[in-house]
């Protein structure tokens, strides 16, 4: 129960941003100063850009990356944890669903003969029910085919008043 209610509060898929997007996002959270010093310089956007860059001394590119490889990492195997445990709950489903679930799970001979005579009585009313309606089929057929003969006899008799007229 716990998995999949896990998984009807996780498989509700949001967009994730792109990998720049989220290297870009942690580089501006990484290096605050550089939002702060444009946003308080003055000037045009160039100035202020310039200013920015001068106040961070130290960009620290691979430290950025790593940790946005780790959040990617970290992504994907919550994504494998999510297919894993979505396959689990489905696997759970079938084997509650399954008619024959019972005997898989006590395997008793027992049951098993009970429920090869519930099979062979089920396969005799079949028959049974096979063999009447084969019966009631010839007995259309022939109900028919009297029918039949009654309608030609009337044809033909309306053929003969018709040419005695």
């Known amino acids: 129960m716990f998995l999949r209610s896990f998984l009807n509060v996780v498989e509700n898929p949001r967009s994730l941003p792109s990998f720049l997007g989220i ?5 501006l959270l990484w290096h605050y100063q550089f939002l702060l010093s444009f946003g308080v310089a003055k000037g045009n956007v160039i100035e202020r850009l310039d200013n920015a860059i001068n106040t961070t001394t ?23 944890f ?17 008619p024959l ?4 799970k006590n395997s008793d001979m027992e049951q098993l003969v009970l429920r090869l005579e519930y099979l062979q009585k089920e396969i005799k ?13 010839k007995n259309i057929m022939g109900k028919l085919m009297v029918v039949q003969a009654k309608l030609d006899e009337a044809t033909a008799d309306l053929e003969i008043l018709k040419s005695t007229k």
């Open 23 to 27: 290297y870009s996002l942690l580089w």
């Open 58 to 80: 130290n960009f620290q590119y691979i430290t950025v990356f790593v940790i946005t490889t780790i959040v990617f990492a970290l992504y994907f195997s919550f994504q494998t």
């Open 82 to 98: 999510i297919r894993y445990s979505r396959e689990q709950v489905d696997k759970l489903d079938r084997e509650e669903n399954n």
């Open 101 to 104: 679930s019972e005997i898989t």
């Open 125 to 137: 009313t079949s028959k049974d029910n096979e063999i009447k309606a084969k019966v009631e089929v």
